[in-house]
């Protein structure tokens, strides 16, 4: 299993970037999708979520407006598109994918990227 995030960087603040998550190894269309983040001596918080069937989202109410969560079942990744970006969005920022595998009983899993640094400077 692996789930490889990229698309970090530096960027000004009110600027853009788009994160990617590829995924591999588990059945990316059966499992809800989630960005998190975690800034220096903070704790991690949950950013974006998007459910597998039906795609229904959900965000951190600091997010809300300028962040959006997709996906892209055929390419098995998960996309975080961050606009309007603040110096408290600086964070190191993890894709992680939860679901039930297809055993009976059937087996919660949980998967971690290994992060991608954001940080948003003049």
């Known amino acids: 299993v692996q789930l490889v995030e990229s698309g970090g960087g530096l960027v000004q603040p009110g600027g853009s970037l788009r994160l990617s998550c590829a995924a591999s190894?588990?059945?990316?269309?059966?499992?809800?999708m989630t960005w998190y983040r975690q800034a220096p001596g903070k704790e991690r918080e949950l950013v974006a979520s998007?459910?597998?069937?039906?795609?229904?989202?959900n965000y951190a109410d600091s997010v809300k407006g300028r962040f959006t969560i997709s996906r892209d079942s055929p390419k098995n990744t998960v996309y975080l598109q961050m606009n309007s970006l603040k110096p408290e969005d600086t964070a190191v920022y993890y894709c992680?994918?939860?679901?039930?595998?297809?055993?009976?009983?059937?087996?919660?899993?949980?998967?971690w990227g290994q992060g991608t640094q954001v940080t948003v400077s003049s």
């Open positions: 998007i459910a597998s069937p039906g795609g229904s989202t």
């Open positions: 190894g588990f059945t990316f269309r059966s499992y809800q």
């Open positions: 992680n994918a939860r679901g039930y595998d297809s055993e009976w009983p059937p087996n919660l899993w949980d998967y």
